[in-house]
């Protein structure tokens, strides 16, 4: 899963045609393949319903914080860039989508392969964030972000398991982040060789 996740962000996802469509149906069929190895159900990996209130409860105090201080960190630098009203649906569910598709390689993934290997503990937590981090290359606002992001959720997901809140979080926090700070911190988000070639607005 990393190599192609590396392969897709730095050599052929630019390259090659419908790109990430073959890259998806990959990272699909290898995920299929090892919960099929593993023996884990739907509910093992975090689709599942049960979990929802107590995962949400405390996603969504996480969220309002998080969004209290990038919003009042972008009213102090002036950055507040937020999309007009009519445009934030299409957003929302972009943004949920995207953090869904995320968190499944962080955590059904790369967390619980890890948790095979190095058992319970911190140990899994911090490998599969320094993993999620890792995809982040070369932005050093992101790198740092999604770490921070990671552990939180790898935390979250051994307590209470839900995909479905975690990818909710996900593009609520991206969104208001990307909408508040300047282009100077986060880099539009870029990650790979897109970071080299974007230039901040002033």
Same mark, same amino acid.
């Given at each position: 899963m990393a190599t192609l996740l590396f392969s897709y962000i730095w050599w052929w996802g630019d390259g090659v045609s419908e790109a990430f469509p073959i890259c998806f149906a990959l990272y699909a069929g290898i995920g299929l393949l090892a919960h099929i190895r593993a023996r884990e159900t739907p509910a093992d990996i975090g689709i599942r319903l049960d979990t929802l209130i107590p995962a949400g409860r405390i996603a969504l105090a996480a969220t309002l914080l998080i969004g209290l201080v990038a919003v009042g960190l972008g009213a102090l630098l002036g950055s507040l860039h937020f %999309?007009? @009203?009519?445009?934030?649906?299409h957003a929302l569910w972009y943004g949920v989508i995207w953090g869904?598709?995320?968190q499944y390689g962080l955590l059904a993934i790369f967390y619980r392969r890890f948790r095979e290997l190095f058992g319970g503990?911190?140990? %899994?937590? @911090?490998?599969a964030s320094a993993m999620f981090a890792l995809f982040h290359i070369p932005n050093?606002?992101?790198?740092?972000?999604?770490?921070a992001a990671g552990v939180f959720s790898c935390w979250l997901y051994r307590r209470s398991p839900n995909l479905f809140v975690l990818g909710i979080m996900h593009g609520l926090v991206s969104l208001t982040i990307n909408s508040s700070l300047p282009e100077w911190v986060t880099m539009g988000m870029r990650v790979g060789p897109g970071y080299f070639h974007f230039i901040p607005r002033p």
């Open positions: %999309p007009p @009203l009519p445009l934030w649906p869904g598709i995320q503990g911190r140990g %899994p937590r @911090l490998a050093p606002f992101l790198m740092g972000v999604t770490f």
